[in-house]
């Protein structure tokens, strides 16, 4: 298996309108598996945005056969519209929004996000960002623990595993946490679901770069900056991430806040565009087979009005 795969690969390329479309946004660079994809089958100007200068820099090299067709953004894509005042662009034909760490992060094992390689507790996609994953788990205090365990995490054993963390300050490397977690858990528990420190770590990951702040907010402004007609594409990897988008999204196709009972709308709030995935992509079986990273992955779609 490629550790550097790129998740819905197939699906993404045929929703986006690759055909005709002038101007394409990638969000979330990565590995530049989505973003070459696109300069490849498009003859399409492609703005590609991530927050951690190594991925910039990497797929600066793999994308140089495409040179004078993108340009690469160091920014949070949380900050689509100020990046695209920037570049002096009122609207894209196609987006797309690939959630979460990505396979070089994880395969780097002195960034802190695996719990399988001895590291710092770092965890930031953004190494200007000041919060790390090891400032988190030894300061903060217990109810704060638990929320971000229980809420990013959706761990039930959160309590166990904050007191757990506690009492082992100071906690400086992965393999530290990972044990620590694991202790914490049940032993019954720990026999399914794979790893038992899976959770918090997400948990953690996800506080220290501050992924599910603004998501809803964001999917909006991604919706916002399409032309008539465009389209995003949005790949989540858990439940917390793919109820925002799924919000999101539902609540631009449907924005009216009249009182059901109302017999015609008065609010004035129409609709943006709709919902292409009334039920989520999920990846192929052979997919699945290939890339086990792919599992837990959900691609949603968006077009945008013709008339918007």
Same mark, same amino acid.
């Given at each position: ?9 197939? *699906? ?33 100007? @492609? ?60 395969? *780097? ?11 710092? @507790? ?113 790949? =989540? ?19 009216? =806040? ?13 609709? @943006? ?12 079986? *052979? ?22």
């Amino acid at each position: 298996m490629s550790g550097h795969y790129s998740v819905l690969y197939r *699906e993404c390329m045929e929703a986006l309108p690759l055909a005709d479309g002038r101007i394409f946004v990638d969000g979330t660079l990565g590995g530049g598996g989505h973003s070459e994809g696109i300069l490849k089958n498009s003859k399409g100007q @492609l703005i590609a945005i991530d927050k951690d200068q190594a991925a910039i820099e990497r797929c600066r090299k793999r994308l140089e056969p495409y040179r004078g067709r993108f340009t690469l953004v160091h920014d949070d894509f949380q900050n689509i519209k100020d990046i695209l005042a920037r570049l002096d662009v009122g609207a894209v034909d196609g987006a797309l929004l690939d959630l979460g760490v990505s396979s070089f992060q994880l395969d *780097e094992g002195e960034r802190g996000f695996s719990y399988q390689k001895e590291a710092p @507790l770092d965890m930031r996609m953004d190494r200007d960002n000041p919060l790390t994953a090891q400032t988190i788990v030894n300061t903060y205090e217990k109810r704060e623990l638990i929320r971000i365990i229980s809420t990013y995490g959706e761990e039930k054993f959160a309590a166990r595993i904050a007191d757990r963390i506690l009492k082992n300050r100071p906690i400086m490397t992965t393999t530290q946490l990972a044990e620590i977690v694991r202790e914490a858990i049940p032993a019954a528990a720990r026999r399914t679901g794979g790893h038992p420190a899976k959770r918090t770590f997400q948990a953690i990951r996800i506080a220290v770069n501050g992924e599910l702040d603004h998501l809803s907010g964001t999917t909006r402004d991604f919706i916002d900056i399409l032309a008539p007609g465009g389209i995003l594409a949005v790949i =989540t990897f858990h439940s917390l991430e793919d109820r925002a988008v799924k919000q999101a999204m539902r609540q631009a196709e449907n924005p009216c =806040t009249c009182p059901p009972d109302f017999p015609q709308c008065i609010c004035g709030k129409k609709p @943006l565009g709709k919902m292409i995935t009334r039920k989520p992509i999920l990846p192929s079986q *052979e997919e699945l087979e290939e890339n086990n990273r792919s599992h837990s992955a959900k691609l949603r779609i968006f077009q945008k009005d013709t008339e918007a």
